[in-house]
């Protein structure tokens, strides 16, 4: 065999490994989503109670928002105009919500809504559990007002 043409050849196929390593590691880097969590929070949510996060405030035109999700019981998560959840939190006013983007019976997710305007929207919680009030009424009446101990709460921990 011709020394040339052994260099030659050895020399193209390092060549070809190079640039097949260079163009995998280029289509795997773009198919890469990368989210970095700007602060998270756990609330101990009981049943059927509401819990607001955080407000919104999408440019013109909208924006995307996504949340990361997890709770030990079921959730519903909506979002709604910040202006008719702060009127719904005034003493004797009567619960009045346009909620978008509602998924139910959420444990663990990403949640993805897109706000549609420049109007704030606050994210909300709803645990769907039913509240077990005459048992609780019952062992209340017995042990005293220490009884909320013995329900377990809905840890619902938010990614945002």
């Not at 998560?77 to 719904?88: G, R, S």
């Not at 109007?119 to 005459?134: A, L, S, V």
């Not at 009424?137 to 101990?149: N, S």
Request: charged share 15%; proline share 8%.
């Amino acid at each position: 065999m011709d020394p040339a043409n052994t260099s030659s050849v050895r020399n193209l196929s390092i060549f070809a490994t190079l640039l097949f390593c260079a163009l995998a590691a280029n289509s795997y880097a773009q198919d890469r989503v990368v989210w970095t969590a700007a602060d998270s929070e756990t609330i101990p949510l009981e049943p059927a109670s509401l819990h607001a996060g955080r407000v919104y405030s999408p440019a013109v035109g909208g924006g995307d928002m996504h949340v990361q999700i997890d709770s030990r019981y079921p959730v519903t998560v909506a979002m709604a105009w910040a202006d008719e959840w702060n009127a719904a939190m005034r003493p004797g006013a009567p619960a009045n919500f346009s909620f978008l983007c509602v998924k139910e019976h959420v444990t663990s997710t990403i949640y993805e809504c897109h706000l549609p305007s420049e109007r704030p929207m606050i994210i909300t919680f709803r645990d769907e559990r039913r509240p077990e009030k005459p048992v609780v009424t019952t062992i209340g009446a017995i042990l005293g007002p220490g009884v909320r101990q013995f329900i377990s709460p809905n840890n619902l921990h938010i990614q945002y």
